[in-house]
C-alpha cells in the first residue's frame, strides 16, 4: 500500500503568488517525521521543510509552510510569494518510527511545479 | 546546512565493468548512509541503508552481489555497481544522517551510463 501520495503530478502557479502542493501519508506509528524536499533539473535534493508528529505547531521555514493535519493524515507545502527559482520537482517523504530505528525515508511520487512569469 | 558530496557526478561505462560511487559528509559524522536510485520523471527508491561499520540492510528486490555498499568510515560510503549492465543506468543519490539529528542531508547524485 502507497504510505506517501502526491496526488498532483504537475501544478502551475504565476510568480509571486501562493501555491499548495498536496501530500497525504499513512502509517499505524504514532512517532513519525514528514519531509518535504526540492529536487530542482540539477538533480540534488534540497531539504525545505521537517515536522514531527508531536509537534504542536505546524513548521515554517522562510516562504515554506507545513500544513500539517493530523486527523487526516496529511501534510500539505504551501510555498508564498512563487518566485521562478522555484520551478522542480517537489517530493513529500515519511520517517516511520524514533531516529534510531533505521530512519529510512518513504518517498511520494512528486509533483512538478511549473512558475509562471 | 549540512554538506554531502558524491563522486563522480556522471560516468559513462561499457557493459560489464564495475564502478564506483563514493558519498561523503564533509561537514558532519554520518552514522547511518542511504542509497536511492532513481529513473527519470519518477520518485526516489531506498536501495539501500548502510551503518559505519557493519553490513547494509538491502531493500527487497535489490541485489546484494550487484550493488556492493561499504560504509568504512563515518564520512565515507562507497557504492560498487558490479558487471553493470544497461538497464542498471539511472540516477544514484547518496544521503547521510548524523545520529543526533532527524534530517538526513543528500549529495548531488551521480548519474551512471550503462553502454
Known amino acids: 500500500a502507497q504510505k506517501i501520495t502526491q496526488t498532483q503530478p504537475g501544478m502551475f502557479v504565476q510568480e509571486k503568488e501562493a501555491v499548495t502542493l498536496d501530500c497525504t501519508y499513512d502509517?499505524?506509528?504514532?512517532?513519525?517525521?514528514l519531509f518535504w524536499y526540492k529536487q530542482p533539473s540539477s538533480g540534488e535534493m534540497i531539504f525545505l521543510i521537517y515536522?514531527?508528529?508531536?509537534?504542536?505547531q505546524n513548521a515554517t521555514e522562510g516562504r515554506y509552510s507545513l500544513n500539517f493535519q493530523k486527523a487526516r493524515k496529511s501534510a500539505n507545502l504551501v510555498i508564498s510569494a512563487s518566485q521562478l527559482g522555484d520551478s522542480a520537482m517537489y517530493f513529500c517523504?515519511?520517517?516511520?518510527?524514533?531516529?534510531?530505528?533505521?530512519?529510512?525515508?518513504?518517498f511520494g511520487q512528486g509533483t512538478e511545479l511549473s512558475v509562471k512569469p | 546546512g549540512a554538506v554531502v558530496s558524491q563522486h563522480p557526478s556522471r560516468v559513462i561505462c561499457k557493459s560489464g565493468t564495475s564502478v564506483k560511487i563514493e558519498c561523503r559528509s564533509l561537514?558532519?559524522?554520518?552514522?547511518?548512509m542511504f542509497w536511492y536510485r532513481q529513473f527519470p520523471k519518477q520518485s526516489l527508491m531506498l536501495m539501500a541503508t548502510?551503518?559505519?561499520?557493519?553490513?547494509?540492510?538491502?531493500e527487497q528486490g535489490v541485489e546484494k552481489d550487484k550493488f556492493l555498499i561499504n560504509h568504512a568510515s563515518l564520512t565515507l560510503s562507497t557504492l560498487t555497481v558490479t558487471s553493470a549492465h544497461p538497464e542498471d543506468s539511472s540516477f544514484y543519490i547518496c544521503?547521510?544522517?548524523?545520529?543526533?539529528?532527524?534530517?538526513?542531508?543528500f549529495g548531488p547524485g551521480t548519474r551512471l551510463t550503462v553502454l
Open positions: 515536522q514531527g508528529s508531536y509537534d504542536q
Open positions: 561537514d558532519f559524522q554520518a552514522t547511518t
Open positions: 544521503s547521510a544522517r548524523s545520529g543526533l539529528g532527524n534530517t538526513q542531508y
Open positions: 502509517t499505524s506509528d504514532p512517532s513519525y517525521g
Open positions: 548502510s551503518n559505519e561499520g557493519s553490513k547494509a540492510t538491502y
Open positions: 517523504a515519511m520517517r516511520e518510527g524514533f531516529y534510531n530505528q533505521g530512519g529510512k525515508l518513504i
